[in-house]
């Protein structure tokens, strides 16, 4: 069980479109296990992306982007177990992850509560994340956010969300 596949491109600027789109595909047989690998994955994708596109990542940038995969692919390993699809996609400052999973039950983000153990992951994604949602698709649901990676952003989180 591990990584099943994955692809890369670069779609480089077109005359006066700016930057260029810099973007990675990986698929998982998630378990517990592949969590690190997934990590690993977004970790080297904006490591080529600084080399290959000469973009700016901020390591704190980095720490968020894999906090947040973590934390999502956490989800999938204990709501939706099985094979899971990571798309990453770098466009100008910003970087979209997204998350596909075979579970229907979308994720819900239950009220803070200090006392409580676990279930905080949700929280921690909207507390750092630019933009968060959730769709269903014919199978799963695909989980997208997106994060800024621009140095001193004053940037709003997505913050609490009615899902």
Not at 33 to 49: N, T
Not at 104 to 118: C, I, K, T, Y
Request: net charge negative; hydrophobic share 40%; proline share 7%.
């Amino acid at each position: 069980m591990g990584l099943l596949a994955t692809t890369h491109g670069t779609e480089q600027g077109r005359p006066g479109s700016g930057p260029a789109v810099v973007a990675d595909s990986a698929a998982f047989d998630m378990d517990s296990e592949q969590i690190c690998r997934a990590r690993d994955f977004v970790r080297q994708f904006l490591s080529d992306a600084r080399s290959r596109g000469g973009l700016d990542v901020p390591a704190r940038a980095s720490d968020i982007a894999q906090l947040v995969v973590s934390e999502l692919a956490t989800n999938v390993c204990k709501y939706a177990p099985g094979p899971c699809l990571l798309d990453l996609e770098v466009d100008g400052g910003m970087l979209g992850i997204t998350m596909w999973d075979s579970g229907a039950v979308l994720p819900a983000a239950v009220g803070a509560d200090p006392a409580r153990a676990g279930q905080h992951g949700l929280e921690i994604v909207l507390a750092v994340c630019q933009s968060f949602e959730v769709r269903r698709e014919p199978v799963g649901k695909r989980v997208r956010v997106r994060i800024s990676l621009l140095e001193g952003q004053n940037a709003e989180p997505a913050g609490p969300t009615p899902w």
